[in-house]
């Protein structure tokens, strides 16, 4: 059994940074390919982008290219997700999700989410 | 907007079936595995349906899913009120080389 377990909320200014981490336990990080998903406010899900396991590489949605990076620790079975240049577009509530399967069959655990305030 | 076409709600009485569709194209529903996600307010999504017509363990089966080409249906039959919540679809992209979701349907039960 999966659980991932996300750190605590955000509050940032626009321009800054934050990174949101992910703690796997019940399985190693070494055995899932992890995924983040942010919701805004009242609105849809949205994917962000994560580990892609058929080339072995991070791959990102087009829309946060060259602002987000994802990393894992396997030490630690730690995903951490940074985004930068943080805009108020950006607040919303960040989950991790992850499967042991390719995407395509769905992300079957998710994290209890981050929620990210980005003010002034 | 998303590339995948849902209905912003849907509605029915307690033991009725509703449906919600969701439409894409080639690049995506007609090409890749169509999952379904239930979301309840507050809560992070659950996968409620995967690669179409499958039930993770734990979800009960008056929740089904059906594939036609570029097309997908959720079908929850035998409508409870603990059902109401909001529903994604989702699939891969071949052509966004993303994973995309629909924009959600809002079940309600009267």
């Known amino acids: 059994q999966v659980q991932l377990v996300q750190s605590g909320a955000e509050v940032k200014k626009p321009g800054a940074s934050v990174k949101v981490s992910c703690k796997v336990s019940?399985?190693?990080?070494?055995?899932?390919?992890m995924y983040w998903v942010r919701q805004a406010p009242g609105k849809g899900l949205e994917w962000m982008g994560g580990f892609d396991p058929q080339d072995g590489e991070t791959i990102y949605a087009q829309k946060f290219q060259g602002r987000v990076i994802m990393t894992e620790d396997t030490s630690t079975d730690t995903a951490y997700m940074e985004l930068r240049s943080l805009r108020s577009e950006d607040t919303g509530v960040y989950y991790c999700a992850s499967t042991i399967r390719p995407l395509f069959y769905g992300m079957d655990d998710w994290g209890q989410g981050t929620t990210v305030t980005v003010s002034s | 907007q998303s590339v995948l076409t849902q209905p912003p709600s849907a509605s029915g009485t307690p033991g009725q079936r509703v449906t919600i569709s969701c439409s894409g194209s080639s690049s995506n529903i007609g090409g890749n595995a169509l999952n379904w996600y239930q979301q309840f307010p507050g809560m992070a999504p659950k996968l409620l349906i995967y690669s179409n017509t499958q039930r993770p363990s734990g979800v009960p089966d008056r929740f089904s899913g059906s594939k036609s080409g570029t097309s997908a249906s959720l079908a929850i039959s035998g409508l409870q009120s603990e059902d109401e919540a909001d529903y994604y679809c989702a699939a891969w992209d071949d052509s966004l080389n993303a994973y995309v979701f629909g924009i959600g349907t809002t079940v309600t039960v009267l």
């Open positions: 019940g399985y190693s990080l070494t055995e899932l390919s």
